[in-house]
């Protein structure tokens, strides 16, 4: 479909005849692909493999967690052009190729995402606590990589430093348990934008 | 001796909205509304301390669309307008009421409220209420903070770094066009934060950032401080995290402040409660009720017969709330500096919009607890972040984990079956985008003007505002309309820059009608 225009009404291309597919993180553990593919690419296959192969194979997505090489494929139709994908891994860096599996052992790419990362789902088990001077950062004097190591520390408190509640409304108030991300009027859980429309400040629930 | 600090976070952000092609546009009314809600009562909190001496600090973004808006020749009109017909309301209203007393006092306060902010707006500030801002800046009281060009959600922008270049450099240059200085920190769209946006903060002079709590938390090293001292990422990017509990104790559904049955009302309004005859000269002109700004009662308790609004009784409610949230502070920061051994800091960000558009008496209870924290403790002391930097440079090396603050802390609330389909032409645009600027580095003319409004029409559509509203399911068509607008005019533009057969006529129309940064360069997209 060709990229329509108007001067008053202005709708959106149906496609913009590309050959790709794109990866993006939801959170820890959904990704989201879109994709597009051309006619053209569609014969190119038909060419190279036949039309009846087309047909006989089942579209799907192979997604590979690079960081762990581990991979594995969902079920799509040629009806729909995105997914929600959930994968196992946080903190882990994701591919998908769209392809044709034609038996478990056989796989036809199509084409391959960008790479994205899944965001970490809790605390770092790295515990490598090193300190610098930030003016010395600032004003060239300092290799963060080299900087010297102001002062090393002990983990062992930190549990207790974390949830370091101390008023007394929320001494029961248990961090593991609390919704991260929840901007300041989600807490009420109002509607918000309904009278105002000042989204920007996500003030649904 | 001081034992910590506390450091409040005001992020004040409205998306571009101006219509020159129609009077009363009603989603112009947000700007307004905030403007009498919340920015002049916060200009006016904030002088007020200053003329009484109070040492206080606050850190607050504007974000390059508010301060475009705040400085339009035309919204600034329609703002005025806007005053006007509130004022003749609420004389109307002074009359309506004059056998009851309870709403009479109320309608008095109103014109009273609304005849002031005409005269700050007007007569003391110019119609630039930028100024005022930029004003308490110069005291050392407010430190202001950038923000990216149009709040566009940079974490789903990643497949196209310069589009993230682009949102940080026009936000970096707007802001020293409006400010005159350059911006030691900058506000991450709802504080969505990945790594790879350290690149541009960096080439911009950008030091500090804030994430939710969990950005610093989940860092990696594991913080050892928590969300107690900042951290700094290898790129030298400074990490500041929000204190989960004082979020809690001002917001909290449940233990929150603003909920308090004192406290006026925000949903019965004279706009829904009285007669269309009367009311249809300041309501919606086909006829629909809105929020007028006219409210008579207070929130009474958890039932629909509502009681009148007490101004007195709020604001002695507001300074008591004022004082429970300074005794938790005090409590909290002396604990954190017993197990730290050293000062911590307590990071408040807000919407800036919720005090006094939601929470009726915010203002005034920022203008309390400032005064309280002066004079009534000697725990802590009001900070703004830059000066914490200065003052304990010594931090943790740490890269904050990818976070935002809005529901379940990523990118969800932008990316949902509600509004995943935008992402196919925000991206394709910005590469479109990149790819015009690299092929025309030397424009002219109308090619270069056709360059520029591209742009402008790119970072208009990445504005997070469309996704979240089409996601909260009220006011979703206009949300689609711009996404749909900004896409197609860009759309047109790409093909008409391409053809080089770029329609004059039809360009200077959306220039005049989509006009944010007049001094944007397209270059900003260049990647070679």
New interface residues.
């Given amino acids: 479909m060709s990229?329509v225009?108007t001067?008053h009404v202005?709708?959106?291309?149906y496609s913009?005849s590309?050959n790709r597919i794109?990866l993006?993180?939801?959170?820890?553990y959904w990704l989201?692909a879109?994709w597009?593919m051309s006619e053209e690419r569609k014969n190119i296959f038909f060419e190279e493999f036949g039309q009846r192969l087309w047909e006989k194979s089942i579209p799907v997505i192979k997604v590979t967690n690079v960081s762990n090489n581990s991979s594995f494929y969902i079920r799509i139709n040629d009806f729909t052009n995105?997914w929600?994908i959930q994968v196992p891994d946080p903190e882990s860096l994701y591919v998908a190729e769209l392809g044709r599996q034609v038996t478990d052992q056989f796989f036809i790419h199509l084409f391959s995402s960008?790479y994205?990362?899944t965001?970490?789902?809790?605390?770092?088990?790295?515990?490598?606590?090193?300190?610098?001077?930030?003016?010395?950062?600032?004003h060239g004097r300092l290799d963060?990589?080299t900087?010297e190591i102001?002062?090393s520390?002990n983990?062992k408190?930190?549990s207790?430093?974390?949830s370091?509640?101390?008023?007394?409304?929320?001494m029961h108030?248990n961090?593991q348990q609390?919704?991260?991300?929840?901007?300041?009027?989600?807490?009420?859980?109002?509607?918000?934008?309904?009278?105002?429309?000042?989204?920007?400040?996500?003030?649904?629930? | 001796m001081t034992k910590g600090y506390v450091a409040f976070v005001l992020h004040a952000?409205?998306?571009y909205v101006r219509h020159p092609e129609q009077d009363n546009y009603l989603?112009e009314r947000?700007l307004f509304?905030?403007i009498s809600e919340t920015y002049i009562p916060l200009i006016a909190s904030f002088n007020l301390l200053l003329k009484e001496n109070i040492d206080f600090r606050v850190t607050m973004s504007l974000t390059p669309p508010l301060l475009s808006m705040l400085t339009d020749p035309l919204l600034q009109e329609r703002y005025i307008r806007y005053l006007e017909k509130l004022i003749e309301l609420s004389d109307k209203e002074i009359e309506r009421t004059k056998y009851q007393p309870e709403f009479h006092s109320l309608a008095v306060m109103y014109r009273n409220k609304y005849s002031q902010d005409l005269s700050t707006f007007r007569d003391q500030y110019s119609c630039n209420l930028v100024t005022a801002f930029k004003e308490i800046q110069e005291t050392g009281k407010l430190e202001i903070i950038a923000c990216a060009a149009t709040?566009g959600y940079l974490?789903?922008m990643?497949?196209c770094p310069q589009s993230i270049r682009a949102q940080i450099s026009v936000g970096v240059k707007s802001y020293e066009r409006y400010l005159g200085c350059k911006p030691r920190g900058i506000w991450l769209?709802?504080?969505g934060y990945i790594p790879a946006v350290e690149e541009a903060l960096k080439e911009y002079g950008i030091?500090y950032i804030i994430t939710?709590?969990?950005g610093i938390?989940?860092?990696?090293?594991?913080p050892?401080?928590?969300t107690?001292l900042p951290i700094?990422s290898?790129n030298?990017i400074?990490a500041f995290g929000r204190d989960?509990?004082s979020?809690?104790?001002?917001?909290?559904?449940s233990?929150?402040y603003?909920?308090d049955f004192d406290y006026r009302e925000?949903?019965r309004d004279i706009g829904f409660d009285l007669d269309y005859n009367y009311m249809k000269e300041y309501i919606s002109s086909d006829g629909k009720p809105?929020?007028t700004g006219i409210k008579y009662y207070r929130i009474s308790g958890k039932t629909d017969d509502k009681q009148p609004y007490n101004p007195d009784w709020a604001k002695s409610k507001a300074e008591i709330h004022a004082g429970n949230f300074m005794f938790?502070r005090e409590?909290?920061i002396?604990?954190?500096h017993d197990?730290?051994g050293k000062p911590p800091i307590i990071v408040c960000?807000?919407?800036a919009?919720?005090f006094g558009?939601?929470w009726y008496e915010g203002p005034y209870w920022l203008y309390s607890l400032f005064k309280k924290i002066h004079y009534d403790q000697q725990v802590f002391k009001l900070i703004t972040l830059s000066e914490f930097?200065?003052a304990y440079?010594?931090?943790?090396?740490s890269t904050p984990?990818?976070?935002?603050?809005?529901?379940?802390?990523?990118?969800?609330?932008w990316?949902?079956?509600t509004n995943?389909?935008i992402?196919?032409?925000l991206?394709?645009s910005s590469e479109r985008m990149v790819e015009l600027a690299n092929e025309n580095t030397e424009a002219e003319g109308l090619t270069r003007d056709a360059l520029n409004q591209a742009a402008r029409e790119l970072l208009l559509a990445q504005?997070?505002?469309?996704a979240?509203?089409i996601?909260?399911?009220?006011?979703v068509q206009?949300?689609e309309k711009r996404t749909?607008?900004h896409?197609?005019?860009f759309?047109?533009l790409y093909?008409d820059i391409k053809e080089k057969s770029i329609d004059e006529g039809?360009l200077r129309d959306i220039e005049y009608k989509d006009n944010i940064f007049p001094e944007l360069d397209y270059k900003a997209y260049c990647s070679t």
Wanted: net charge negative.
């Fill in positions: 990229e225009h001067h202005y709708n959106l291309p913009y590309d794109v993006v993180a939801k959170d820890p989201y879109y597009e995105n929600y960008n994205v990362s965001p970490s789902s809790s605390v770092s088990s790295n515990t490598g606590a090193y300190f610098i001077n930030y003016k010395d950062l600032r963060i990589n900087g102001y002062e520390y983990y408190s930190q207790t430093l974390i370091g509640i101390s008023s007394p409304e929320l108030f961090l609390s919704a991260f991300g929840i901007s300041s009027a989600e807490l009420f859980g109002i509607n918000f934008a309904e009278q105002l429309g000042i989204s920007s400040l996500n003030f649904l629930w | 952000h409205l998306p989603e947000w509304e905030a709040h974490p789903l990643e497949v769209p709802e504080c030091e939710e709590s969990h938390l989940y860092a990696n090293p594991r050892v401080f928590g107690y700094v290898p030298g400074v989960i509990e979020s809690r104790q001002v917001w909290s559904a233990e929150g603003p909920g925000f949903y809105i929020h938790n409590n909290q002396q604990y954190l197990k730290l960000p807000y919407d919009e919720l558009h939601w930097i200065d440079p010594v931090m943790q090396v984990c990818s976070s935002s603050w809005g529901h379940k802390g990523y990118n969800e609330v990316l949902n079956p995943d389909w992402y196919k032409h991206h394709k504005s997070s505002d469309w979240f509203i996601r909260s399911g009220t006011m206009y949300a749909k607008d896409i197609g005019r759309t047109r093909h039809w």
